[in-house]
């Protein structure tokens, strides 16, 4: 199988179908199978964003693998400091989210 990109963001799927030898059943392939022709699938634009997407869903999972990975090792060396003004920001917040979310909703 081969994925070939073309312009416009769309990318051309081209799959090889090999026949099988010395198999004890006899199947009926199709014509285009058993010649091994190659055959191509267009691939929408908006499979493609959604395939940007899920690439880029990974990478950000390994990020964060990474920045925690960091974090702990400078917890454990002694090295993390956190500044006051950023535990005060976190405080604050975390509070007017909290407030947020109890308030009722006028309809």
Known sequence: MKITPKGGGEAELT?????????????KEPAS???GESSSVQISPQARKLQQIAE???KGDELRAEKV????????????????ADVAKSIVR??????????PTKS
């Open 33 to 35: 199978k058993a010649s």
């Open 56 to 58: 880029l869903a990974r």
């Open 69 to 84: 990975k960091a974090l702990k090792e400078q917890i454990d060396g002694g090295n993390y400091n956190v500044g006051s």
């Open 94 to 103: 975390n509070e007017v989210a909290r407030v947020l979310e109890k308030k």
């Open 15 to 27: 799959v090889q179908s090999e026949k099988k030898v010395g198999s004890s059943r006899q199947q």
